[in-house]
């Protein structure tokens, strides 16, 4: 049986405390059941100022009976003291929205050994209005978007039966946009596809990747530079030739596109080699079958930003289609690719009107930057305007159908060539779009 000690709680009512050590013959200290006769007096006895009545257990091991923060008793060694922080919690990390922020906890002391709580923070200011961030209670905290323009701390807070202690880290500086990733810097991408990591915030894979040799797949995923782990994806396909079979959508919009027919994936990679383009891993699409098509209906655009970097692998009199969002032979919705009746001209449908430029299409790698709306049309190629002729009365879009990367949704109109990465915007992005451009040129240096 547990040995039970009455302690006297000097110029308190009520004034006896029963205690079990919970060990017999004590020696040992933790938690311990307490009882206080009157529970209105408990209330007072634990929210006053905390008395500590030190006992001695039955083999003469000292203890003291303290009420612990939560009403509770407990038994400690007479040397117990509250927590103290001595030194301040410091933060460490690139202050860019994308980027992680490490907190390092400041020099605490206290016995019994304190409970820790870290709780970050944010103020528009970086002296006042402070406020916790929910959930942000680790070491470590991930800087998103609406941190940008923001100040961050971290409050350090340690708890022991005797009492508690807060300390607070120095402001950050004003935390700054995000640098590097083309989606962290340029965000509302209604769909983003491509062969680097484009967000830092994106935790998914590249592509699936199908092999011929036996048809298995295999899902490839980024290197921590943001490349494509072509390591990875050229051991899964050693010796045979690889096929895209789902290229994911960075964007978060879940807009994947993906092609389950095995004649019509885009190729990836030859005989155990990736395909290149300027040294970057690119996806190829033969002209003749191959297409990708989104898993999920398309928003209905009014306003378009589309950036894509492709490569024409051979110029013919008909139309290559780079991508469509319902777009039949009769031209209805949306499409842009090569005129069916000029091999140097691009154009953009939009139901059955649509936009052109003259002498521009070349087989080199090229960075289309096209920013359409209900009333102006413009076009970059390696982020110099060209002319276009504009048709009038059209609409952008008009169905809710969904988007087909390498040919028109119905009919002919394959894409014979390459793309690295393709980016869409449904809005306008005209102030925007010599950043995004240097930005893709800065990766794929191309021009």
Known sequence: MADVIKVTLVNRVPNSVTVST????????GTISGTITDQSDLVTYVTSERPNYPVVSPDGTSFIIVAGNDGTLAAIPPTSTAPSITTLPTISGTLNVGETLTA???????VPTPTRVLQWQ????????????????????????????KYIRVAQTEENILGTAT???VSTTQIQPSTGLLLDQYTGAAAAYSLRKLSLIYSGDAIIVRRASDNATQSIGFLSNGELDTSSLESFCAGTDGFVTTWYDQSGNGVDAAQTIAGAQPKIVSSGSTILDNS???????GIANSIVTSSNFIAITDL????????NFLQPRPQDIISQGATASSQGFKYGMSGGAQDQLVIYYSSSYAATDGTTTINQELHSLITTSSTTTLNINAAGQALSVSSGRQIGNNNDPLTIGKRDSGGGFFNGNIQELVIYTADKSTDE??????INDFYNIY
Do not use: H, M
Not at 104 to 110: D, I, L, R
Not at 125 to 146: E, M, P, Q, V
């Open 434 to 439: 010599s950043g995004i451009e240097i930005n």
């Open 167 to 169: 300390a607070n880290s």
């Open 122 to 149: 944010r103020s528009d200011n970086g002296t006042t209005g402070w406020a916790d961030i929910s959930g942000a209670t680790g070491t470590t905290y991930l800087l998103a978007f609406n941190d940008e323009d």
């Open 22 to 29: 919970g060990v017999s013959g004590g020696g040992t200290w």
């Open 104 to 110: 390092t906890a400041g020099t605490t002391s206290g």
């Open 280 to 286: 970057k891993p690119c996806v190829q699409f033969d």
């Open 305 to 312: 930003s589309l950036f894509v970097l492709r490569k024409f």
